[in-house]
């Protein structure tokens, strides 16, 4: 049985790139198929078949070989297929039974070596190797294009530039046209394997030429890698099988590719990206992205303008991070691209170089070059100290180990701007208020300034070389000048601006203009411009001065006032204003009225009061501090006997006052009665014995009770504390019975009366 690999993997997976530990199996990454026509094929009695071409098919493939369990060896023997393919795009298998060629002639495995990069230094898990199987056919000369193909499913999923790749497979092919078939052609040859790892962010250069021993037109491309087989199960005709049997014919599913980032165009990127040159075959570009990339490479072959055949080679491009061990750089500067750097020096002209090269310890010389003054001056320090002769462009190098086959080299371009300065004037007349003109002075030799950013210290922002700007508060301010040049150079000036004008016009506002004495009033300078730092002296027409932003005086006589304001800044400017007759202080008004009775009876408690007062707006009419009234005439009734206080407040237009102030005196016709029996039995009526009637202007009141033995039970000095039958008014309850009382008691104004009467306690 022909075995055949269950897999077709591009998987030299290197632990820079991908880390696969566990990968159990080593797997063919590449290959290609051509022929070679040996001539026409030998008959039975040892003549030749003019008819019938013999030729030497070889299939070669190549593995990773690094140590690993379950390794999948190369074929033996290798089944291929050869198909006819018609006018019309028929294929018909050239083998009877719909049969595969079995190749058993096998060279290798052959060690292939790695690449050897100056000064890098490559993973270490590296080893790839090839197996080459030929096989002799012969095959009738005819007008139709043979086929050989090998195909297999599928690639390794990890795989960075194609969709898919754990359910994509390979297909190998070449074919033998009818003119190659008449002038016994043999298909071109690529002479090179392509290196095993490529360096990341490093240059790559590959000749990936053929050879042609006719010596025909060979074209070069990249081409679409064609996927074959499947993962379907079995085998036979079934051409999504992993392992056609017969291998199947054209057309072949294409790779599909990640777009749009990689194309078989463009199958690596890079920066430069990854390409080849048409005619040399020449592979360049600088691949910028670790991983695996799957390439297809065909080299076509022309004679007389007629294709004879296409030589494909599929195979996998592993871009792994390489260790450099002499690699130049430089810290300074902007790496503009790779090993070229631009340094940029503002207003400077010295410069300490800083070498971050690496590594040290395989560096064994430096040398530095550059221009100064026109002349070309070097050194061998690790890190010069330049001093330039002159702004503008120098370029120079540094190169590390020069003359030897392990050096790197950086290159530097330094702009020197070494005389830019912001600068600017400003103009103004500093005792009028008027706008501020600025001017740009700024300058540059060896640039061109292309922004201004002003900031004037008011909050104003400017974009423009220069202003003419109004101030509006007085203020020293500090302005702001940054300027930046054409290639990023920044300065900066920063200028004091003191703006303290005289105001045009002096102007300011009193709290009140008139008003009766004595008479306050503030007054504030609304002058503009001024604030707190100029000086303020208010002189009145009455001789008085006082000083200050705000004042405030007092009048005490009656008259008009005028007055002058001297306002001085901070720089001396001056300005005066005079004012006559700003202030009227006159005298108050005086309050007249009428109030009648001043004595009333609580039976009739009305009085009426009357405002008589002249040049008033308004009064207020005040009684005990409680009862508020603002018409002209009131009609007042007291309710409670005794002295009452009635307040009158007039006040004028200018809120200036007068008060008349009188008493009231209210009584009541007095009353005072004492029963002869009260019943202290808890029904609520009679239950207490004391006075009654109408004694609100009692002065003095004394009530003693005695028994019918002397003996004092109870007393009170107050009309409302009256007896409730028990002695002292405790708990004791004393007996019914006759009782007497003893009163004494002073009524208002009257004099004293006293009592002694018999009375009954009933219960």
Known sequence: MNFKLLSFYLSFILTTVISLQNLTAAHIIGGEMFYECLGFSSLPNGQTDSTTRKYLITIKLYRDCRPQQQAAGFDMPLGFTI????????????????????????EGPNLIDSPV????????????????????????????????????????????????????GATFTISIHPESQRTCNSSPKFVNFPPTVVCVNNPLNFDHSAVDKEGDLLVYSFCEPFGGGGQGGGGGNNCTAVTPSPDCPPPY??????????????????NPPVSINSLTGLITGEPNAQGQYVV???????????????LRRDFQFNVASCV??????????????????????????????????????FINSVLWEYDNGGTTESSTLWNPFIKFKEGGIHNGRFILNPGTNCSDTVNFRINIISDLKADFSFSYDSCKFGPVNFKDLSKSTYSNIVNWSWDFGDGFKGFDPNYELQYFHPDNYGVTLDIIDDLGCKKSVVKNLSWFPAPNVIVFRPSVTEGCVPLTVSFKNISFPTDDKYKFNWTFSDGLSVTGINVSRRFDSIGLYGLKLKVTSPVG?????????????????????????LIVNLNNPYVQGYDSTEKTIGRDWI??????????????AFKDTGYHTIRMIVNDKYLCTDTLETQIYAFRDFTLYM????????????????????????????????????????????????????????????PPGTYVYNLKYKQSRKELIEEKKLFTLIR
Do not use: H
């Not at 990689?262 to 890079?270: D, R, T, V």
């Not at 400017?573 to 009775?597: H, Q, R, Y």
């Open 83 to 106: 198909y006819r393919r018609s006018a019309n795009n028929v294929y018909r298998n050239v083998r009877t039974g719909n049969r595969e060629f079995s190749a058993t002639d096998f």
């Open 117 to 168: 990069y100056p000064c890098l230094e490559l993973p270490p898990d590296i080893c790839v190797e090839s197996g080459t199987y030929t096989f002799e056919v012969d095959l009738p000369i005819i007008n139709e294009e043979y086929v050989i193909i090998w195909q297999r499913c599928c690639r390794n999923n990890t795989i960075t530039n194609i969709l898919n790749p754990g359910g994509t």
């Open 253 to 270: 599913p294409k790779v599909n590719f990640r777009a749009p980032q990689y194309s078989y165009l463009f199958p690596m990127g890079g």
């Open 296 to 310: 297809s490479v065909c080299c076509s072959e022309y004679r007389n303008g007629i294709l004879l055949s296409t």
């Open 324 to 361: 450099g061990t002499v690699v130049a750089k430089l810290n300074n500067g902007k790496e503009v691209s790779k090993q070229n750097y631009e340094i940029l020096l503002c207003g400077e002209d010295t410069l300490q170089m800083n070498n971050g090269s690496y590594q040290q310890r």
């Open 573 to 597: 400017c001056v300005n005066e204003g005079s004012f006559d007759n700003v202030i009227s202080v006159l005298s108050p008004p005086t309050a007249k009225w009428s109030v009648d009775p």
């Open 623 to 636: 009684i005990d501090n409680k009862d508020y009234y603002f018409d002209k005439e009131i009609n007042y």
């Open 675 to 734: 029963p002869n029996a009260f019943t202290p039995n808890g029904d609520g009526n009679n239950e207490v014995f004391g006075p009654v009637g109408f004694f609100q202007d009692v002065e003095t009141y004394s009530l003693k009770i005695f028994d019918r033995w002397g003996s004092l039970i109870f007393e009170s000095d107050r009309p409302e504390i009256a007896w409730n039958g028990k002695s002292q008014n405790s708990d004791k309850t004393l």
